[in-house]
């Protein structure tokens, strides 16, 4: 799920991320390519230990005008959400005995649970849907 983050950024610094959908929730990369990687391990600190739902993602509209948010930009930073602890639901599905079996022996070879497999598997197909794949 894409969320925003202000970037800001000093002569001779880091980058600095702030997630306003977070409060208190900040990091920094030494790079610009390291901005997705250290914005996902933030979240996942922030949410550490933690059993609760994710906010729904602003948008950085919402945030124009904020004092804090001045002399720096916005991006839009995809959190992988399966990466982070959130409030889960149990399901009762049922499935085509022989796709549970092949999702069986692919959970096998890769050391993934079918939960976490079928997570996965729905987040991929959302994404592809709005990248227009």
Known sequence: MF????????????????????????????QFADIPR??????E????GESVSMPPPSTPE???????????YWMLININL?????TSI???ITLPESLVQEIDLYIAAH???????????????MRETRLGS
Request: charged fraction near 25%; hydrophobic fraction near 40%.
């Open 90 to 92: 149990q399901l009762e």
């Open 45 to 48: 600190l922030y949410y550490e």
């Open 111 to 125: 050391g993934k649970s079918r939960a976490v497999f079928l997570a996965q598997a729905a987040e991929r197909a």
């Open 82 to 86: 399966s990466q982070v602890e959130s």
């Open 38 to 43: 250290m914005a996902q391990e933030a979240i």
């Open 62 to 72: 919402q945030w124009i005008g904020d004092e804090r948010f001045q002399d720096g």
């Open 3 to 30: 969320f925003p983050i202000y970037i800001h950024k000093d002569a001779d610094s880091a980058y600095g991320m702030t997630f306003p959908d977070f409060p208190g929730c900040f990091s920094a990369a030494d």
